[in-house]
């Protein structure tokens, strides 16, 4: 495969780094009608990320913070009062996110809901002629995710993936750099998310909804079943009905900018995926432990998940300070090339190495992703975008390739993962460092044996899975009626 130009990387570098100066009224497929109307956007799911929406947007010129939208009517509540502090100009507040988008005076809506919702919610604001803030990853699994790419393309809406790493000037100048051939050509691109998770604790039963939330809302298009974890809200990442682990949590972050390095425009032709939740036992079934192995024909993407800490000693303490790191990241991406690797350690810093351990090269600085947003919508060129929906339904696809490989796996102890790992390209060291990790934790992996996936075999071009009848049907869901995304869009 020939470098990826500079020109790639950069072409949007700017739009990236603009500021939004004049405010404007979309409507459905053309640009606004007046520049002195502001652009009004409804922000929905304000727990966590919904809440620096709010403020990255009222802090955005010619930008209108008009309405809230969440089913916990108390977090609801909240949000208004903490919007109104910061500037908004008393927002309208709506728990049914359906009535929101019978509204002719909302132009964008900005998505920071739980997973399970995110694609239903985008395609239905496409064909409501909104424009689309979503957050990562974009969808729950990759049926859905190609979704709402049509769903965009049809109704020609800006729909933007909140993966704001793209909007990172240091980051598209070091990936350019890299593609450029300054240290040979890539190896392997190497994401990684070591992040402390603590067990989320276990119940006894089902626990009590509280009454401020529409329990069947917030549901959606996952089953309804009785809530069996403490707490309802942020722990659904770490049970497959709603989450995708941390590995679609955080994980996509750097899953993202590792196949953004590899220029790889589709899904792999193969992929495997190794991993547990160990070290105790509670109500999540994600893996908190976990490598992904994507055969780019390239060169491969390799992904680890590290939930626990560095060692036993450590789980004594603050986890958060007893992480393991690589090459000097622990929540970031290693770029290994022939004549020495780039490490990507945060979303505004990189740098480059030789291979005796030499800098060569580092970049920093970032820039708003949200005005990268608000500035394509007045443009309604979707190219303008740093983030596009394609870009975010292919690496959420690969997040979601890995878990579906694990969904399918049989427990295998360390001499299976290690005949494994022994075959991959470039990275013949996984199974010791995985298996290493475990045990400094105080896990045997003879006992506590890890789930081994099958390699899938992929076609990208139609993006399903070969000859595996029940990973196929993990592509997509069983959706509750009526939270269903539709076929046709």
Known sequence: MSAITRRVFLGSAAAAAATTTLGCRASAGTAAASPNEALRVAVVGLRGRGRDHINQFIDLPGVEVAALCDVDSNVLEAAKAKAIEAGAADPLTIVDYRELLERDDIDAVSIATPNHW??????????????????????????????????????DRIVQTGT??????????????????????????????????????????????????????????????????????????????????????????????????????????????????????????????????????????????????????????????????????????????????????????????????????????????????????????????????????????LCHLGNISYLRGEAGGPAKVSKIASKLRHAGDTADRFLDHLSKNGVDPEVEQPIVGPWLTIDPDTETIEDDVEASRLLTREYREPFVVPRTV
């Open 164 to 397: 704001q790493i793209r909007s990172s000037p240091s980051i598209q100048e070091a990936l350019a750099w890299v593609n450029e051939g300054h240290i040979g050509e890539i190896q392997l691109a190497r994401g990684l998310c070591y992040k402390p998770r603590e067990s989320i604790g276990r119940v006894e039963g089902a626990q009590k909804i509280d009454p401020a939330v529409d329990y069947d809302l917030w549901c959606g298009p996952a089953p309804k079943k009785a809530l069996m974890r403490e707490r309802l809200h942020y722990d659904w990442h770490w049970v497959f009905d709603t989450g995708n682990g941390d590995l679609g949590n955080q994980g996509i972050h750097q899953m993202d900018i590792a196949r953004w390095a590899l220029g790889e425009p589709a899904l792999p032709p193969r992929t495997i995926s190794v991993g547990g939740r160990f070290g105790y036992v509670d109500d999540g079934n994600t893996p908190n432990t976990q490598f992904v192995y994507h055969d780019y024909d390239r060169a491969p993407l390799l992904f680890e998940v590290r939930g626990l800490p560095h060692d036993t000693k450590a789980q004594a303490g603050k986890w958060r300070d007893g992480m393991d790191d690589y090459l000097g990241a622990s929540i970031g991406v290693i770029v290994h090339c022939e004549g020495g690797y780039v490490q990507i350690p945060s979303y505004t810093q990189a740098t480059a190495y030789d291979k005796k351990g030499k800098k060569l090269e580092s970049w920093k600085g970032g820039a708003n992703h949200y005005a990268n947003f608000v500035d394509a919508v007045r443009s309604r060129r979707s190219e303008d975008l740093t983030a596009s929906i394609e870009d975010g339904h292919l690496s959420s696809a």
């Open 118 to 155: 995110h694609a239903l919610q985008a395609v239905w604001a496409c064909q409501a002629g909104k424009d689309v803030y979503l957050e990562k990853p974009v969808s729950h699994n990759v049926w859905e995710g190609r979704q709402i790419v049509h769903a965009a393309a049809k109704y």
